[in-house]
Every structure is written in C-alpha cells, then in structure tokens.
Nanobody
C-alpha cells in the first residue's frame, strides 16, 4: 500500500508563491507516475500537473500553464509543485496521486490509484 503525504499548503496573497511537496512511503515508487490535482469547494477534482509517460516532459492544465512547475526531488524522495503568480481561483485542496497502471494517460483522474490526504491552498485577493 502506497502512502502519499502532501505538505506546504497555506494562505497567501494573490501574486504570491507556494511550494507543495508530496512524500511517498516507499523509495521504489516511480515518481514519473505521480501527478497533482485540486478540488475547489463545490467543484469536481481536476488535473493540475503531471509528468509525461516518457518522464522527459510535463503536462499542465491550461489554467496553470506558465505559473506552476512540477518537479522531482530524488534526495528528499518527493514530487513538488511550485506555484507562482497565484490567483484567488487557485484556492483549493491540492492532492498528489500516483498511477497504478503507469501507461494510462497522466492527465486523467481515473488513471490514479493512490491519493494523499490533500493540503489546503487559499489565495486571498
């Protein structure tokens, strides 16, 4: 059973930055199979960022492209999400997840089998 733990959420003013981290319970987890999602109040959970199947590039939701960056930190065994130029509409609970079947589309929520508990990000205007 894979356990994922997110950290780094908080309250920030519009235009500010936050860095989220997702720690996995096992070092053998393929970090390329991990992605970030978010769920705002009253809305469905949506894709934010993930690595491509090759691991050589990344996918982003259009709403965060150019502002968010997903990366791996092998020393800390984490997958991070750097969020810059934050907007009030970025307010949500952010979740990291990992795919059970690596070759499923990284942008599809149904491809992910294991989820963290989420971390709240609130952006004030």
């Amino acid at each position: 059973q894979v356990q994922l733990v997110e950290s780094g959420g908080g309250l920030v003013q519009a235009g500010g930055s936050l860095r989220l981290s997702c720690a996995a319970s096992t070092r053998t987890l393929n970090k390329n199979a991990m992605g970030w999602f978010r769920q705002a109040p009253g809305k469905e959970r949506e894709f934010v960022a993930a690595f491509s199947l090759s691991g050589g590039s990344t996918h982003y939701a259009d709403s965060v492209k150019g502002r968010f960056t997903i990366s791996r930190d092998n020393a800390k065994n984490t997958v991070d999400l750097q969020m810059n130029s934050l907007k009030p509409e970025d307010t949500a609970v952010y979740y990291c997840a990992t795919r059970g079947d690596y070759y499923r589309d990284p942008r599809q929520i149904g491809a992910y089998s294991y989820w963290g508990q989420g971390t709240q990000v609130t952006v004030s205007s």
